[in-house]
């Protein structure tokens, strides 16, 4: 692979990630992030879930 020119940021894309599925402060109603009554769930989209108004999206950006 010729990275020459290029930059690597180890660690930029978190491709785990709970931001907006499991919301800080709101207790565990919220917690949409596993799915634990079906082994298999194509059909399950995380859109469906996903909280933009999460107060941990903000904080992330913020690099604290």
Do not use: K
């Given at each position: 692979?010729d990275?020459?020119?290029k930059?690597?940021?180890?660690?930029?894309v978190?491709?785990?990630?709970?931001?907006?599925?499991?919301?800080?402060?709101?207790?565990?109603?919220?917690?949409?992030?596993?799915e634990?009554?079906?082994?298999v769930?194509?059909?399950?989209?995380?859109?469906?879930?996903?909280?933009?108004?999460?107060?941990?999206?903000?904080?992330?950006l913020s690099g604290?």
């Open positions: 692979m990275a020459s020119g930059f690597v940021f180890p660690g930029f978190d491709a785990h990630s709970h931001l907006g599925l499991f919301e800080e402060g709101v207790g565990s109603i919220y917690q949409d992030g596993n634990a009554t079906d082994p769930t194509a059909h399950v989209r995380v859109i469906d879930a996903f909280n933009p108004d999460d107060s941990a999206i903000e904080r992330a604290e």
